[in-house]
């Protein structure tokens, strides 16, 4: 069975970044994406960037370009601004996110929440946007336990979102276990499971520990083993993700959703190894 695939990118600040970027596209276009999403930046500090990235994704690509919006670092003046801009340049999806707290720890927005964020784009666009909201099957860093997150992940929902989309995860279990939660507490909206290819043990292990990702220890011990950025760690990386990938589709997952770090490489070889060809 071969489900929908999408594809996250971050803004380029640069332009040999930029190149890098759209050439990620263009090959990751051959897998026929449902959409690219753009994220927005720690507390917002890519908002232009975000925009102007999600302008050139459609204009370049064809692809629909789904934007990152968080509220930790804008005012709801700015949201709504922002908003405006996204629906006059034809966005009709969002990625809606709490966001990381700027640099220095001081929060600017009257919105403390990502359900209160969901709740004002419904209250002022109506139906306008499909709204996307994340999942953390292995529980938020911050959540004080698994039923806290649970609660607050079900008020994301009730405020209006149509689909959520997870962090990342190397255990399938999790995935699984988390749905069955949702479905027993009368969460029926998509969840996706999001894939991060493997192709640098040193980044990985960094960004997992800032967002509660569990790296199994047998996987860190392996991985340990090869040299950051060598073939063996990244074909290694392939064949780990695409099982976890089979697994969840075989479990029922509706769709995948790649965290791509602006390469395209990795996630087109997990995709064909699961039956997506280019």
Known sequence: MIVPVSFEFFPARSADGQSNLLAAQKLLKKLNPEFYSVTFGAGGGTRDLTLQ?????????????????????????????????????????????RGDTPSGGQCFSELRHASELVELVRERHGEHFYINVAAYPEVHPQAKSSTIDLKNFKMKVEAGADCAITQYFYNADAYFRFVDR??????????????????????????????????????????????????????????VVSDICERLIDGGAPKLHFYTMNRGGPSVRICENLGIKI
Not at 64 to 76: F, K, T, Y
Not at 185 to 195: A, C, L, M
Not at 216 to 230: I, K
Request: aromatic share 6%; with cysteine.
């Open 53 to 97: 990235t999600v302008l050139d994704t459609a204009k370049n690509t064809g692809v629909m370009s789904v934007p990152h919006i968080s509220c930790s670092a804008l005012s709801s003046q700015e949201i709504q601004d922002t908003l405006e801009q996204y629906k006059k340049s034809d966005v009709s999806q969002l990625v809606v996110l």
């Open 182 to 239: 949702c479905l027993a507490s009368g969460i029926d909206i998509p969840i996706v499971p999001g894939i991060m290819p493997i192709t640098n043990y040193a980044n990985l292990d960094r960004f997992s520990t800032m967002c509660g990702a569990e790296i199994p220890r047998w996987l860190r011990m392996r991985l340990q083993e090869f040299q950051d950025g060598s073939a063996d760690l990244e074909s290694y990386g392939v064949d």
